[in-house]
Structures are given as C-alpha cells and as structure tokens.
C-alpha cells in the first residue's frame, strides 16, 4: 500500500482545521492601533463598548470555520467545544498581556464559543436540510424571507437620522480619552446661514444637511481632542468632529449607534497642517444614504464620498474606522456571496428551475429596496458577488452529479 494514499486523506481531514486556527490567529493576534485612543473596556463587562453588538457577532462568526472544520474532522462535540475554548482563552490571554492594541473581555470568550457550536452544528444541519428536496425548498423559502428582512433592516440601520433640532457646542475634554482642542473653532454654516453655538437650532424638514466649519488647526502632536459636537433633543451627537495629531475624525449618527454596530465614522488621515493655527475650511453634505466631506486648508484640498446601497450591510460589522479604499467593492462583493450562496445553494437541491427563481426573486428584491428606501443602487461589484453566490448551488449540484456518475 502507498504511504501516500493513506496520507492524502489525514491532510484532507485536518488541513481545515489548520486554516481555521490560522484564520483565526490572522484576525485577532495582529498588533493593532486604536483609531479613537481605545476604550477601557473592563475584562469583566458583557455588555460594554460603542460597539459591543458588532464586536460580538463578528466574534461568532470569526470562530464558526474552526467549528465546522472540527466537526468535519470526527471530532466529537465535547472534545470540540473543548478545543474552541482553549483557543478562545488562549488568544484572549495573549490580546491581554504581549500583544498591544486587541482588547480582551469574557464577552469575547463567551461569542467565540458560541460561535464555535454553531460550527459544529452546520454539518449536522445541513444533512438534516438536504436529506429531502421538499425540506431544502422550505429552507430556502425560510431563508430568502430572512433575507429580505436582513437586508431591509441593515438599510433602515445606516440611515442617516434627521433630527428636528440640534445643539452646536464647541468640543470639551473629559480627562479620560479627551484632550482641550488646541485650535479654535471660528464659525459654523447650516445650509450657507452662520449659527450661534450653545443655542438650539431648528432643523426645517430636508434641511440641516449641509454643514461648513471655519476653524485654526490644533497642535499636530496632541491626543484626541472634540472640535465641535452638534447634540440632539435625547442627549446623542448628531455629528461630531475631532482632531488627532493631524488626523480628523468624522461621525454621523445613525441607528447603528444605538444598535452598538459600526456606524459612519470616517478617518482623514494626514489632513490638517503641519503647524497649529493654519486656517482650515470643512464641509459636510449629508443625506439620508449617502454624505459627502470636503476639506481646505494649507495642505491642499481632499474630497470624500459615501454612498450606501444593499450591499454595505458588512460595513456595520466591521472591525475598526479605517477608511477601506479598494477593499470596499472586495467587501461588498463577498457580502453579497456569502448572503446569496445559501439560497442558492437550497434552491438548487429541488431543480435548476427552482435555482433559478430564486435567483430572479434575489435579484428583484435588490433592485426593488432602493426605489422603497431612497438608497443608492448596488454597485458592480455587489452584483457579481450575488450572481456568484447563486451560482454556488447549481455548480455544487453539477460536480457532485459528476462526481456520483
């Protein structure tokens, strides 16, 4: 007998969980910096954290392939759940003591186990749904109303709010993570009409959206510090601007706050001039799905875009506030893959034609949800990553025919 022979199959076996274990070692063991001076979250705390919500599924699903590979391996569910919290203690021991920058908290220990069993469970699950075309169409049929759902309720969630009133106030320091602004803030414009700060101002309907900033840029040396906050009637900023060093930070409210996911925060990085006092000119054109930010100053002139569609649902789990550049269609395109492989892949287990409206049903659903909802259309990229995605079924369904024949 070959050696070989016998070999191939134990690589096959385990070489999945190796790549689980690498991806999750990739994901949190890579020292990282803050983008807003960290928080001091407590180990303890389960709930604590502006973004505790996305933190926690993001947490699940990093630990979901490490799952699937040890069920797929044989490995029994107890030795499983076993190795899943070994790994998550592990790593959570290492984010605390020598690596800098990852935050580690029993939160984290406790969705990266859950995750773990979700894994473990997706083998069984999935036999238990194919085991019969009728059973996968009425999972598909589950699941493509789920989606509807999801991908209405993602959109509704980055709506930019519309408050009635706002509050302009001159940023403060809190002595925790808050530096004084070094700079000064000279004068601020809604809608081309200068306004009177630490006065509330009503915002007429479709109003209120186009904000422009006079200031004297801070000392590019010093922390974190709150340039100008516009607040609302229930205490939360509506947006707020704050320098570090000579980077800007920008944040728009929207529903993700109060969800604890990632909202619309944007990092200019290397924006403000190099000496403090430089005269600065910032603008800000705000919509419900989309915001545009221009900047003017010594340094030259830089623009930013954001326009929201279906496929930007990733953004509110995303780890960090950095700014994705090319990634962004790399990002959108996989979302859309990994939202429509399932059902495509269900759809399929009754018959092509079944694959194939749900394909017609997917699409149209995409392109009913801006014409509904006033947000953008799905770029290029999020069409591909769902055609892709639907045709994971149908090609699976292929190659296993191939294979039984």
Do not use: K
């Not at 983008?35 to 001091?40: A, E, K, L, P, S």
């Not at 499983?80 to 290492?94: D, H, K």
């Not at 510090?225 to 009637?233: D, F």
């Not at 799905?378 to 639907?390: D, H, I, K, T």
């Amino acid at each position: 007998m070959d050696p070989s022979s016998s070999a191939r199959p134990r690589v096959a076996t385990w070489a999945p969980v190796a790549l689980a274990l690498a991806f999750v070692g990739a994901a949190t063991l890579v020292p990282v910096s803050h983008g807003t001076g960290g928080d001091d979250i407590p180990f303890w705390c389960l709930r604590c954290g502006d973004y505790a919500l996305a933190d926690a599924l993001a947490n699940v699903v990093l630990f979901v392939p490490l799952g699937w590979a040890l069920s797929r391996a044989g490995v029994r569910s107890r030795r499983g759940l076993a190795v899943v919290l070994m790994t998550t203690i592990g790593v959570e021991w290492l984010q605390h003591a020598p690596i800098p920058g990852p935050v580690a908290s029993v939160a984290d220990i406790l969705a990266n186990t859950v995750g773990g069993a979700v894994g473990m469970a997706l083998p069984r699950l999935h036999r238990w749904v194919v085991e019969t075309s009728r059973r996968a169409v009425r999972a598909s049929i589950v699941y493509g109303v789920l989606l509807i759902a999801c991908l209405g309720a993602g959109e509704a969630t980055q709506v930019v709010l519309s408050p009635r009133a706002l509050y302009w106030t001159r940023g403060h320091a809190d002595g925790s993570h808050y530096v004084p602004f070094t700079g000064s803030l000279n004068e601020v414009r809604v809608d081309g009409v200068p306004i009177v700060l630490d006065q509330w101002l009503d915002v007429p309907a479709r109003g209120g959206g186009d904000v422009a900033l006079e200031l004297a840029s801070g000392r590019p040396d010093t922390g974190l510090a709150h340039v100008v906050i516009a607040w609302m009637p229930n205490a939360r900023g509506w947006m707020w601007l704050e320098q570090r060093d000579r980077d800007l930070h920008v944040h728009f409210a929207s529903g993700s706050d109060g969800a604890r996911l990632r909202g619309h925060c944007v990092w200019l990085r290397h924006v403000m001039p190099a000496v403090a006092g430089e005269s600065v000119t910032v603008r800000f054109v705000v919509r419900r799905f989309e915001y545009r930010i221009f900047l003017v100053s010594s340094a030259g002139a830089i623009a930013r875009e954001a326009r929201i569609s279906p496929g930007d649902g990733w953004r509110l789990f995303a780890p960090g506030e950095g700014e994705w550049g090319l990634w962004d269609g790399l990002l959108t395109a996989g979302w859309m893959a990994v939202l429509l492989g399932p059902l495509g892949y269900l759809a399929s287990q009754r018959s092509r034609a079944t694959a194939a409206i749900a394909a017609v049903g997917a699409a149209l659903t995409v392109l009913l949800l801006p014409v509904l909802t006033g947000c953008a259309w799905l770029p290029v990229a999020g069409w591909c990553g769902l055609g892709g995605g639907l045709l994971i079924g149908p090609l699976s369904r292929a190659r296993s025919g191939r294979a039984s024949g």
